[in-house]
């Protein structure tokens, strides 16, 4: 059996997390060279080995075993006999898109098994099924940004819409080192917004509105405005509870050290947090970033040749 391997990328959202599962607009970009891979390796069952673990279809409810069944049943194939070895750069429950890029990464690895072309749009819809899974009400942010590659405006339930016109920027991205689960604070945002449904849609309106003037800063290269406009959507994102201490601190950390603005990106309640900063005041930032209490920072380029570095 020749070597196969199929790989799909880690993502960051730069403004609108959390309301957009309200239907407000939040834009997302790729990190193309942080990944997850498949690789097909000889078996005599199908079975995907995750870590330690080994996952076999007779694990029925396993979100990865519904994935591999929902992706063979679309391409009219039976379960690949392969072993099916996941290996992932991404850190996983950080607000990185691991989950999604893991099963991105899987389900082209089955269809290269069978020769199978799967269009985009078809198998962004797949991972959007197993996304409901791990996360019950996800916007399909995550899996969009991941399946196309390419820096997206979201509109959950509207086609989507790729954001290919701005200039190149730098971003710092910094690890707390925490994992938190999506689920939760998507579910408990979604308990004050069913408390207060006024008030939150309210704060949900003003995420999308920075997200609408985001793009356009984006667009003309205003960076300093494209800043102030992160740091407010950390404040209103402090207002839904999913920011916390460690979090706070990297951001104050980043503002006070001349960034043009910071917030946590994902999820959050942990995970990673993301500071658009002057060019000359990337390499102390990092270092103040880790002194504040960041656990990695990478720099990653945003734009038509998207890379990072470590
Ligand atoms: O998977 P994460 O942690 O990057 O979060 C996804 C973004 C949310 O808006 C919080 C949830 C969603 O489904 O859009």
């Known amino acids: 059996m020749k070597p196969l391997v199929a790989s799909a990328c880690a993502k960051i959202i730069l403004l609108g997390e959390h309301a957009v599962v309200y239907r407000q607009p939040a834009i997302a970009i790729p990190l193309s060279t942080l990944r997850a891979y498949a690789t097909r390796q000889p078996s005599d069952t199908p079975v995907i080995v995750l870590q330690e673990e080994r996952i076999t279809p007779s694990n029925a409810t396993h979100p990865l075993i519904t994935l591999l069944n929902l992706v063979c049943e679309f391409i009219q194939q039976p379960l690949p006999p392969i072993a099916i070895h996941v290996d ?10 691991s989950g999604a890029a893991i099963a991105t990464a899987i389900a082209r690895l089955i269809c290269a098994h069978y020769n ?32 196309y590659e390419k820096p997206i405006l979201f509109v959950k339930g509207a086609p989507v819409e790729f954001v290919d ?12 080192g925490i994992t938190a689960p999506t689920y939760e604070s998507v579910s408990d945002v979604r308990r004050l917004y069913e408390r207060s ?28 405005t494209l800043g102030a406009l992160m740091t407010r959507n950390h404040a209103l994102l402090q ?22 603005g ?13 500071v658009l900063a002057p060019e000359a005041q990337i390499e102390s930032m990092t270092q103040a970033l880790y002194a504040a209490g960041a656990v990695h920072v990478m720099q990653v380029e945003v734009g038509e040749h998207d890379h990072h570095t470590a």
């Open 262 to 274: 910071a917030k946590l990106s994902g999820g959050g309640r942990g995970g990673n947090m993301i």
């Open 116 to 147: 199978v072309t799967l269009p985009q749009a078809s198998l962004n819809n797949l991972i959007y099924e197993t996304e409901k899974i791990f996360h019950s009400t996800p916007s399909g942010i995550d899996n969009t940004v991941i399946v």
């Open 239 to 260: 207002t839904l509870t999913v920011s916390c201490a460690e979090l706070d601190a990297l951001v104050e950390a980043a503002l006070a050290n001349g960034a043009w």
């Open 88 to 97: 992932s750069q991404i850190p996983i429950a950080s607000g990185l898109g």
């Open 197 to 224: 449904p006024e008030e939150y849609s309210t704060i949900f309106a003003e995420i999308g509105s920075l997200v609408t003037q985001g793009l356009a800063c984006m667009q003309r290269g205003d960076w300093q």
């Open 165 to 176: 016109k701005f200039q190149p920027f730098k971003l710092l991205i910094a690890n707390t």
